[in-house]
């Protein structure tokens, strides 16, 4: 991926955010939730990206960008479907920029992962920044997307 395509991928998840009508999920998260998470979760893979970029050994623990009050939080902060769709946007060039700032060698760099979904651990190992930011943008961005279609009346 490149700068471009990372970008590009967010599209259609803000697309649907702007189009809104969304209903309450039966078990879930709500569409707001959703898109809190998936811009948290970009703020914390950008973090990882910018942190090797000055040198700094980063590792990556995605469990405040699952923690339902701390995404809440970011939500209310955001005031609705239309500033998330835009907090996502920012967080999306964001991970682009960092992605974009790391040379070849950075980008193989391991850094150890911690990823939680549901309340289990389903990483805890190293993995490439470049499998880290990439998954992200692509397999996890896709996940939630799908999420967000489910809720679409």
Same mark, same amino acid.
């Given at each position: 991926? @490149? +700068?471009?395509?990372?970008?590009d991928? #967010? =599209?259609? *998840? !803000?697309?649907?955010?702007?189009?809104? $009508? *969304?209903k /309450?999920?039966? %078990?879930?998260?709500? /569409? =707001?939730?959703?898109?809190?998470? !998936?811009?948290?979760?970009?703020?914390?893979?950008?973090?990882?990206?910018?942190?090797?970029?000055?040198?700094?050994?980063?590792? #990556? @623990?995605?469990?405040?960008?699952?923690?339902?009050?701390? &995404?809440?939080?970011?939500? @209310?902060?955001? $005031?609705?479907?239309?500033?998330?769709?835009?907090?996502?946007?920012?967080?999306?060039?964001?991970?682009?920029? /960092? *992605?974009?700032?790391?040379?070849?060698?950075?980008?193989? +760099?391991? !850094?150890?992962?911690?990823?939680?979904?549901?309340?289990?651990i389903?990483? %805890?190992?190293?993995?490439? !920044?470049?499998? &880290?930011?990439? $998954?992200?943008?692509? #397999?996890?961005? @896709?996940?939630?997307?799908?999420? &967000?279609?489910?809720?679409?009346?």
């Amino acid at each position: 991926m @490149d +700068h471009a395509s990372i970008e590009d991928a #967010y =599209e259609p *998840f !803000v697309a649907a955010l702007r189009r809104g $009508g *969304f209903k /309450a999920p039966a %078990d879930g998260w709500p /569409a =707001e939730l959703v898109a809190a998470h !998936v811009a948290r979760n970009n703020d914390l893979v950008s973090e990882v990206a910018e942190q090797l970029v000055i040198g700094v050994r980063p590792s #990556y @623990d995605n469990r405040s960008a699952v923690d339902e009050s701390e &995404l809440q939080a970011l939500a @209310d902060e955001a $005031g609705g479907l239309e500033g998330l769709a835009t907090a996502v946007e920012a967080s999306a060039r964001r991970l682009a920029l /960092a *992605f974009s700032a790391l040379d070849e060698a950075s980008r193989e +760099h391991l !850094v150890a992962c911690l990823i939680v979904d549901s309340g289990r651990i389903v990483r %805890d190992e190293p993995m490439p !920044v470049r499998s &880290l930011v990439e $998954g992200n943008a692509s #397999y996890h961005l @896709d996940m939630h997307l799908k999420q &967000l279609n489910a809720l679409s009346r």
